[in-house]
């Protein structure tokens, strides 16, 4: 069982960055795709951003909210995942997922389905 857990949220003002971090276990991290969502109060669960295991390397981010602002990267020596926020806006705030997609299956990379094990979220607030 792959074991999850996020940090690094936080209370920002708007236009800061912050950087979130999601610890791993599993000695094969390096094959898992990984991915991050958050959820608003009252909204669903949304897509933030994933990345490929298996030396892929490939990105992927939500078209409409985050692409350009935020970033996500793995390091396969450290089982970490992480996200790099920059220009943040009020509405970026959510309780941000870490997630685990350890299995093949036939969803995508961006339906929550798709993921086997999720960590307890951390919280991002976002001030005006």
């Known amino acids: 069982q792959v074991q999850l857990v996020e940090s690094g949220g936080g209370l920002v003002q708007a236009g800061g960055s912050l950087r979130l971090s999601c610890a791993a276990s599993g000695r094969t991290f390096s094959t898992y795709r990984m991915a991050w969502f958050r959820q608003a109060p009252g909204k669903e669960r949304r897509f933030v951003a994933c990345?490929?295991?298996?030396?892929?390397?490939?990105?992927?981010y939500d078209r409409d909210s985050v692409k350009g602002r935020f970033t996500i990267s793995r390091d396969n020596a450290q089982n970490t995942v992480s996200l790099q926020m920059n220009n943040l806006k009020p509405e970026d705030t959510a309780v941000y997922y870490c997630?685990?997609?350890?299995?093949?299956?036939?969803?995508?990379?961006?339906?929550?389905?798709?993921?086997?094990?999720w960590g307890q979220g951390t919280q991002v607030t976002v001030s005006s």
């Open positions: 997630a685990a997609a350890v299995v093949w299956d036939g969803y995508g990379y961006s339906d929550y389905r798709a993921y086997d094990y």
């Open positions: 990345i490929l295991g298996s030396g892929t390397g490939i990105t992927t």
